[in-house]
């Protein structure tokens, strides 16, 4: 089965300036996830998808993060306007709604810069 | 609410050298259990995972055992290879959350 597919793979902008990330999941997996990963630390929610329904974005910083899942497939994480400390890889993943011990499956991230 | 504790890095092995990454959890209810490796410029790879007390992942020659008594789920492998270097991270899923530890970054050396 193929993957769950990020885009772009790399990112680089200024401060202030705005970026979009998008995210197709495995087929069939109602659940996807958008995780931050910030250099040397574990990766942390930011939001959580159910369908096209939003179950948990606590850790959503909303005041310059949004994200959509209008159809319940795709997915796009936007940040306006970034900061420096928004320079991290943002993980995709996606799993079979229900299935807490099944994992999730992750796709190869996209690489923000913000200088 | 749920956390994962695990040994912090970065740590350098011979080939061939005996693998223990340490991992603790404090979570409620049954959570499972899981561990994640990255290797260079990839994202997150499951590696092998335990959903009840007492089971057993194993996957490439890595094996860990859900201990509810200790509450841990340390990683082992008994001969690492220079493919093994990668960031190891160790989570947990409680209502399907996924909470993950900071990572351990393994260097296998020829």
């Known amino acids: 089965e193929a993957g769950v597919a990020q885009s772009p793979r790399y990112k680089i902008i200024e401060k202030r300036q705005s970026v979009a990330f998008w995210c197709n999941p495995i087929?069939?997996?109602?659940?996807l996830y958008w995780y931050q990963q910030i250099l040397g630390q574990g990766p942390k929610l930011l939001i959580q998808?159910?369908?096209?329904?939003?179950?948990?974005d606590s850790q959503l910083p909303k005041d310059r993060f949004s994200a959509e899942r209008l159809k319940g497939v795709d997915s796009t994480l936007k940040i306006q306007p970034a900061k420096l400390e928004d320079s991290a890889v943002y993980l995709c993943?996606?799993?079979?709604?229900?299935?807490?011990?099944?994992?999730?499956?992750f796709g190869s991230g996209t690489r923000l810069t913000v200088v | 609410g749920n956390s994962v504790t695990q040994m912090e890095g970065p740590v350098t092995l011979s080939e061939e050298a005996f693998l223990t990454i340490n991992c603790t959890y404090t979570?409620?209810?049954?959570?499972?259990l899981f561990w994640y490796v990255q290797y260079p410029g990839e994202g997150l790879q499951l590696l092998l995972k335990?959903?009840?007390?007492?089971d057993k992942g194993s996957n490439k020659g890595f094996e860990a055992t859900y201990r509810k008594e200790t509450t841990s789920f340390h990683l082992e492998k008994g001969s690492v290879q220079v493919s093994d270097s990668a960031v190891y991270f160790c989570?947990?899923?409680?209502?399907?959350?996924?909470?993950f530890g900071k990572g351990m970054k393994l260097t296998v050396n020829p």
């Open positions: 993943a996606s799993s079979l709604a229900g299935r807490r011990d099944y994992g999730y499956t």
């Open positions: 087929s069939g997996h109602a659940t």
């Open positions: 998808f159910q369908n096209n329904g939003v179950v948990d």
């Open positions: 979570a409620t209810g049954y959570p499972s």
């Open positions: 335990a959903t009840k007390a007492d």
């Open positions: 989570a947990l899923s409680g209502s399907e959350k996924l909470v």
